[in-house]
């Protein structure tokens, strides 16, 4: 079964930077393009970036441009989302989520919760 | 990119029916039919519910439909269960080719 596994759980100080992992298991990796949302506590979902796993090319949130990269490692089919700069407002759990014909994310990762604090 | 606009909350009692709308633009829910809902309970991922504004996964019960009317998609819940208690957001396209969630609303079941 399609299947994305993230990385664990992060704490990390303002300023500094942290890379996220997804695995992905149970289909063609680079035939889908894989998004990042975020979600702050109580908070609602935020759209971060996309990435294509095929021939690397990105798109991100304007928010974010500069402080997000994503990339990805074919061999392992695993993509990652580097956030650097970190503020305590970037405290959120992060999700990768898989592009279904660029309608809808289905399925999603666990999560991995990134806690910035000094 | 602004958020979608949700309620904040929407409440029923079992068995009846309740409905979710999400407003955006029309360069966003108006422009395109890719609006998708998805459910959240506390603590987990989300998960697709419906997508293309009115289609439901394999799996997903037919008590969940989409629809859309110009600006605004909207979600309906029939035969409301405990177990439909949860966080909704909406999601669409956008004319940047970039994607943008509602604001998310909480389900109460009475």
């Known amino acids: 079964q399609v299947q994305l596994v993230q990385s664990g759980a992060e704490v990390k100080k303002p300023g500094a930077s942290v890379k996220v992992s997804c695995k992905a298991s149970g289909y063609t990796f680079t035939s889908y393009y894989m998004h990042w949302v975020r979600q702050a506590p109580g908070q609602g979902l935020e759209w971060m970036g996309i990435i294509n796993p095929s021939g690397g090319s990105t798109s991100y949130a304007q928010k974010l441009q500069g402080r997000v990269t994503m990339t990805r490692d074919t061999s392992t089919s695993t993509v990652y989302m580097e956030l650097s700069s970190l503020r305590s407002e970037d405290t959120a759990v992060y999700y990768c989520?898989?592009?279904?014909?660029?309608?809808?994310?289905?399925?999603w990762g666990q999560g991995t919760l990134v806690t910035v604090s000094s | 990119q602004s958020a979608l606009t949700q309620p904040a909350s929407v409440s029923g009692s079992p068995g009846q029916s309740i409905t979710i709308s999400c407003t955006g633009t029309?360069?966003?829910?108006?422009?395109?039919?890719?609006v998708s809902w998805y459910q959240q309970h506390p603590g987990k991922a989300p998960k697709l519910m419906i997508y293309d504004v009115s289609n439901r996964p394999s799996g997903v019960s037919n008590r969940f439909s989409g629809s859309k009317s110009g600006n605004t998609a909207s979600l309906t819940i029939s035969g409301l269960q405990a177990e439909d208690e949860a966080d909704y957001y909406c999601s669409s396209y956008t004319s940047s080719s970039q994607r943008v969630f509602g604001t998310g609303t909480k389900v109460t079941v009475l």
């Open positions: 989520a898989r592009d279904l014909e660029g309608t809808r994310f289905d399925p």
């Open positions: 029309s360069s966003d829910v108006g422009g395109y039919n890719y």
